[in-house]
């Protein structure tokens, strides 16, 4: 008897300010699907309304799109209304960058959904989107990182203080909204006239914002990571150079053509490549990550590593960073897909055996 193929519902796009790059990393996502002959792929694309709509073929909203809601039921379903039918997917894919979507807010849906789905959980995605606490986590586990100071809009900051300690701790600072992604809201800051005003940009995108130190021209530095609990997989180290702009921003990553090279694996000591990998794998466990992620380092003038953030729902598109460093690990992309699928359906089954009853 032929098994069935399984049936993944990717979702992208949504209200974020990543929107774009979600379609874009979803497009590849689908595509590698689509072409193997285990998986019958549905395309769902959520707009930046936050409605869901059933895709003939991936990519930004159009006319014969098929308007569909999620139902909150046991194995949740997709209701088709035009059609009065429903979609029981076997397995979600969320490909969705930034608010709304890798925050831990999706993964709260489709844990209510009942459903398995790909990637982190609820709490170690809405750790991994807060800058500032996955900094905590990283400083926890030894992990070093650069001085910073968080403030919150709700809360007024004493300005000489914040310049005092951005005097003593040294230009250039980098001013960075917590909860954001694709480098969105972020600003370098070489003197102090420049402070506050970067601040104030960052504020319009978060309700709370990093002022943390830089490095003079330092270098970026990635790990990537697939696995669950006990068993993590690191990829290479893989680095990229800005060609244009002062730093990788959103310019550089995604507008500017040849803005950035990359270079994997990383022109790196040994020992520095063992540290990231081991930090990357030590953060992503604090997390109590499952699935993927993207750890991000900045590297110094005397090639030490420090941690800047985790990324759990990184870029996936065919140039992303993501499966390209498990490519130069040996790892074929459609391998790394079969993996996170697998990965999720045995995470939901773990959950499965789990009792909810309380104990006589």
């Not at 005092?164 to 600072?173: F, H, S, V």
Request: proline content about 5%.
């Amino acid at each position: 008897m032929i098994k069935e193929k399984i049936q993944v519902a990717v979702l992208y796009g949504g209200k974020s300010t990543e929107h774009e790059v979600s379609v874009h990393s979803a497009q590849t996502v689908c595509a590698v699907l689509a072409g193997s002959q285990k998986y019958d792929v549905k395309s769902i694309f959520i707009d930046k309304e936050g409605f869901w709509f059933l895709q003939e073929v991936c990519g930004e909203k159009n006319p014969q799109d098929i308007p569909v809601t999620p139902v909150i039921c046991p194995q949740g379903k997709i209701f088709i209304p035009s059609q009065n039918t429903y979609l029981t997917p076997d397995v979600f894919f969320p490909v969705l960058h930034g608010t709304n979507g890798e925050d831990g807010t999706l993964q709260g849906l489709l844990e209510c959904l009942d459903t398995p789905y790909v990637g982190c959980g609820v709490l170690a995605s809405a750790m991994g989107m807060d800058k500032e606490t996955s900094k905590m986590l990283a400083l926890q586990m030894n992990v070093p990182t650069l001085p910073y100071q968080k403030l919150s809009r709700e809360e007024s900051y004493d300005q000489k203080s914040l310049e005092i300690w951005a005097e003593k701790t040294g230009y250039p600072l980098f001013v960075k909204p917590v909860r954001l992604g694709s480098s969105v809201g972020v600003s370098k800051v070489k003197t102090e006239a420049d402070l506050h005003k970067a601040i104030s940009f960052a504020f319009r995108f978060d309700s709370d914002v990093l002022v943390e130190k830089g490095l003079e021209k330092p270098r970026e530095v990635f790990c990537a990571l697939l696995g669950d609990g006990g068993n993590v997989q690191t990829s290479e180290c893989g680095e990229l150079k800005t060609l244009e702009g002062e730093f990788f921003d959103y310019q550089a990553k995604y507008i500017t053509v040849g803005g950035c090279e990359t270079r994997v694996p990383a022109e790196l000591p040994a020992q520095t490549r063992a540290d990231i990998r081991q930090g990357s794998e030590l953060v992503f466990r604090a997390l109590r990550g499952s699935g993927l992620a993207r750890v991000d380092f900045l590297i110094d003038g005397q090639v030490n590593a420090w941690f800047s953030e985790i990324n759990t729902l990184p870029g996936m598109s065919e140039t992303s960073l993501y499966p390209q460093l498990f490519e130069a690990a040996g790892v074929a992309y459609t391998d790394v897909l079969d993996k996170l699928i697998d990965i999720a359906l045995q995470v939901y089954q773990n959950k499965q055996d789990l009792s909810t009853e309380r104990a006589a």
